[in-house]
């Protein structure tokens, strides 16, 4: 199971077109790990691999001013699309973003649901086993399921496929593929 984030988007200049050689420096708020990375020839830049946590972001491009943007959180197994709009400068003005829009995955049409440690102490659970907070994820359908061994009917969860895997179910708490 992948637990690393992406983050890709598109550097711009104050025309919308994209700009060419940018870089970009991801910070980790936590450890103070850095990497940089360079727009491609579509002028994207992409990020792989990066672990669930905050990040600091800063873009730089010669003739434009460099522009910060701190706290950006990423969640496990999130492919987050981040755009930055670059504005004509000396590369010794820093222009640092307070507030921004949620990540989106645009990329493609999956689904993910994070389940914290906060969020679960915060729930009544009394009576019921944490597993049960998988009704809580989008795009989970119970379904009833008989078993061979059993007379009665069984609860069974049907999960969608994993990226280049099967799909899940689960009855009496076994994974079945």
């Given at each position: 199971?992948?637990?690393?984030?992406?983050?890709?988007?598109?550097?711009?200049?104050?025309?919308g077109l994209a700009?060419?050689?940018?870089?970009?420096?991801?910070?980790?708020?936590?450890?103070?790990?850095?990497?940089?990375?360079?727009?491609?020839?579509?002028?994207?830049?992409?990020?792989?691999?990066?672990?669930?946590?905050?990040?600091?972001?800063?873009?730089?491009?010669?003739?434009?001013?460099?522009?910060?943007?701190?706290?950006?959180?990423?969640?496990?197994?999130?492919?987050?699309?981040?755009?930055?709009?670059?504005?004509?400068?000396?590369?010794?003005?820093?222009?640092?973003?307070?507030?921004?829009?949620?990540?989106?995955?645009?990329?493609?049409?999956?689904?993910?649901?994070?389940?914290?440690?906060?969020?679960?102490?915060?729930?009544?659970?009394?009576?019921?086993?944490?597993?049960?907070?998988?009704?809580?994820?989008?795009?989970?359908?119970?379904?009833?399921?008989?078993?061979?061994?059993?007379?009665?009917s069984l609860g069974?969860?049907?999960?969608?496929?994993?990226?280049?895997?099967?799909?899940?179910?689960?009855?009496?708490?076994?994974?079945?593929?």
């Amino acid at each position: 199971m992948a637990q690393n984030a992406q983050l890709s988007g598109l550097i711009t200049d104050p025309s919308g077109l994209a700009v060419p050689g940018a870089r970009v420096l991801v910070q980790s708020a936590a450890t103070g790990a850095t990497r940089t990375v360079s727009t491609n020839g579509q002028r994207d830049y992409s990020v792989p691999a990066l672990l669930p946590g905050s990040y600091n972001f800063t873009v730089e491009a010669n003739g434009f001013k460099t522009l910060s943007q701190n706290g950006v959180v990423l969640e496990v197994d999130q492919r987050a699309r981040l755009d930055f709009a670059l504005t004509i400068g000396s590369t010794t003005e820093t222009i640092t973003v307070q507030g921004s829009a949620p990540l989106l995955n645009t990329s493609d049409a999956s689904v993910s649901t994070l389940i914290g440690n906060q969020f679960v102490e915060n729930l009544p659970l009394n009576g019921r086993s944490f597993s049960s907070l998988i009704d809580l994820t989008p795009g989970v359908v119970w379904r009833l399921v008989r078993s061979r061994l059993l007379a009665d009917s069984l609860g069974a969860v049907s999960l969608p496929p994993l990226s280049g895997g099967a799909a899940v179910q689960r009855a009496s708490g076994r994974p079945r593929r």
